[in-house]
C-alpha cells in the first residue's frame, strides 16, 4: 500500500510559477511510474505528466508541454511537478498518482493504483 501527499499547491497569477511536491511511503517508490493529474469544476481528470520507473523516460500532455517539468528523488521518495509561465486554465486540483512499473498507458486515470488527496492550483488571469 502506497500513501502520496501533495503539497505546494496555492494562488498565483498568470505568468508566474508553482512547484508542486508528492511525498510517497509504504512502498518501494523505485518501481512506480509517477504521474501527475488535474481536474478542474465540472471536467474529467486530465494527465498533466507522467515519469516511467525504468529509463526515467517522461510525457506531458499537450497543454503542458514546455512549461511544466516532471521530476523524481528516488532517495528522498518525491516527484515534483515544476510549473511555470501559468495561464487561467491551468487553475485545478492536481493529483500525484502511482502505477507499480507501469511503462505503457501513462496518460490513463485507470492506469494508476495509488492517488493522492490532490492540492488545489488557482491562476489568475
Known amino acids: 500500500q502506497v500513501q502520496l501527499v501533495e503539497s505546494g499547491g496555492g494562488l498565483v497569477q498568470a505568468g508566474g510559477s508553482l512547484r508542486l511536491s508528492c511525498a510517497a511511503s509504504?512502498?518501494?517508490?523505485?518501481?512506480?511510474?509517477m504521474g501527475w493529474f488535474r481536474q478542474a469544476p465540472g471536467k474529467e481528470r486530465e494527465f498533466v505528466a507522467a515519469?516511467?520507473?525504468?529509463?526515467?523516460?517522461?510525457y506531458y500532455g499537450d497543454s503542458v508541454k514546455g512549461r511544466f517539468t516532471i521530476s523524481r528523488d528516488n532517495a528522498k521518495n518525491t516527484v515534483t511537478l515544476q510549473m511555470n509561465s501559468l495561464k487561467p486554465e491551468d487553475t485545478a486540483v492536481y493529483y500525484c498518482?502511482?502505477?507499480?512499473?507501469?511503462?505503457?498507458?501513462?496518460?490513463?486515470?485507470?492506469?494508476?493504483?495509488?492517488w493522492g488527496q490532490g492540492t488545489q492550483v488557482t491562476v489568475s488571469s
Open positions: 498518482a502511482a502505477a507499480w512499473k507501469m511503462s505503457i498507458s501513462y496518460d490513463r486515470v485507470d492506469a494508476y493504483n495509488y
Open positions: 509504504g512502498g518501494t517508490f523505485s518501481k512506480y511510474t
Open positions: 515519469l516511467i520507473w525504468s529509463g526515467g523516460l517522461t
